[in-house]
């Protein structure tokens, strides 16, 4: 039997309007490393895409990246 394991090799890119589209994980413009499982939060202050909301008053600056209001896409590459 063949195992194929799902945890790796997953991006994170913000959503550009169109939903359902199937991702080019080949060009890499937008798209951040993310680990699954995992949170958003996570990816995106390892990415240093965000500043650490857990520092200092950060979680206050009104952004909305920190707070869920922007839509985020998920892929990973499987091969069969």
């Known amino acids: 039997m ?8 997953w991006s994170l890119k913000q959503q550009t309007g169109e939903r359902h589209v199937v991702a080019d994980l080949s ?5 951040i490393p993310a680990q699954v499982p995992g949170t ?3 990816d995106l202050v390892a990415a240093r895409a965000i500043p650490d909301p857990f520092v ?15 839509e985020r896409q998920h892929a990973r590459h499987l091969s069969w």
């Open 56 to 70: 200092g008053r950060n979680e206050d600056l009104g952004d909305d990246r920190l707070r869920g209001k922007v």
């Open 27 to 31: 060009q890499p413009d937008g798209w």
């Open 2 to 9: 063949l195992r194929r394991y799902l945890h790796t090799g």
């Open 40 to 42: 958003v939060y996570q």
